[in-house]
């Protein structure tokens, strides 16, 4: 399965960061609920995983926050490789708003 790695840097704190993070992927949960199925996700102090399909097709990976950095790592379906850059393009985008002082 082909990976998907990010890192955002922050400076926000490990507790901030992880704070804005739980609450980013609680809203998008809902959000899109009617595309994703099977969501699972745990928290472990600042490590996030998680699991879900969309249209039948799974993800999972995890989120780790680091004193001064996000670090993601996802397992994409082969399917979602042409779309690998737009991807990856959109979660820069949105972590660097959300991890903004």
Same mark, same amino acid.
């Given at each position: 399965?082909?990976? @998907? &790695?990010? +890192?955002?840097?922050?400076? =926000?704190?490990? #507790? +901030?960061? %992880?704070?804005? =993070?739980? $609450?980013?992927?609680? &809203? &998008?949960? $809902? +959000?899109?609920?009617?595309? @994703?199925?099977?969501?699972?996700? $745990?928290?472990? #102090?600042?490590?996030?995983?998680? %699991?879900?399909? &969309?249209?039948? /097709?799974? /993800?999972?990976?995890? /989120?780790? /926050? +680091?004193?001064?950095?996000?670090? @993601?790592? %996802? #397992? @994409?379906?082969?399917a979602a490789m042409l779309f690998k850059?737009?991807? $990856?393009s959109r979660i820069r985008q949105e972590a660097g708003v959300l991890l903004a #002082?």
């Open positions: 399965m082909p990976k @998907l &790695a990010i +890192e955002v840097p922050h400076a =926000l704190g490990q #507790d +901030e960061a %992880a704070r804005r =993070l739980k $609450e980013k992927f609680a &809203a &998008a949960t $809902e +959000e899109h609920r009617g595309v @994703l199925s099977n969501f699972r996700d $745990e928290w472990q #102090d600042h490590t996030f995983s998680f %699991a879900f399909q &969309a249209m039948g /097709v799974g /993800v999972s990976g995890t /989120v780790a /926050v +680091e004193p001064e950095r996000v670090k @993601l790592n %996802a #397992d @994409l379906p082969f850059g737009a991807i $990856e #002082d």
